[in-house]
């Protein structure tokens, strides 16, 4: 059984920091893309940031020169540093990975069940 379980969201105020987490976990023969998405209150999910296996990183506009998305392949797991955060940010961040488990020749997306960000005065 394949998981991702994403780990530090909370409450923020505007300009602070925060790092996200999101671990992979279970039966994985190899991860490829990994992603943070986001989706605030009756909008669609929005892509944050991808990193492929090798390191190469991209950015919605509205996160570049703030966010900074990376990943430990020894520990399957990616981060997201997320600094001057804005009000605009709130939203339920979601982890992806695009991988392909034990036993099986097939890339398959996974999400993780989410991590909350608030970012309030």
């Known amino acids: 059984q394949v998981q991702l379980v994403e780990s530090g969201g909370g409450l923020v105020q505007p300009g602070g920091s925060l790092r996200l987490s999101c671990a992979a976990s279970?039966?994985?023969?190899?991860?490829?893309?990994m992603g943070w998405y986001r989706q605030a209150p009756g909008k669609q999910r929005d892509r944050v940031a991808t990193?492929?296996?090798?390191?190469?990183?991209n950015y919605a506009n509205s996160v570049k020169g703030r966010f900074t998305i990376s990943r430990d392949n020894a520990k399957n797991t990616m981060y997201l540093q997320m600094n001057s955060l804005k009000p605009e940010d709130t939203a339920v961040y979601y982890c992806?990975?695009?991988?392909?488990?034990?036993?099986?020749?097939?890339?398959?997306?996974?999400w993780g069940q989410g991590t909350q960000v608030t970012v309030s005065s």
């Open positions: 990193i492929t296996s090798s390191g190469s990183t």
């Open positions: 279970g039966s994985i023969s190899s991860i490829n893309d």
């Open positions: 992806n990975a695009l991988m392909t488990p034990l036993g099986s020749r097939s890339w398959v997306h996974y």
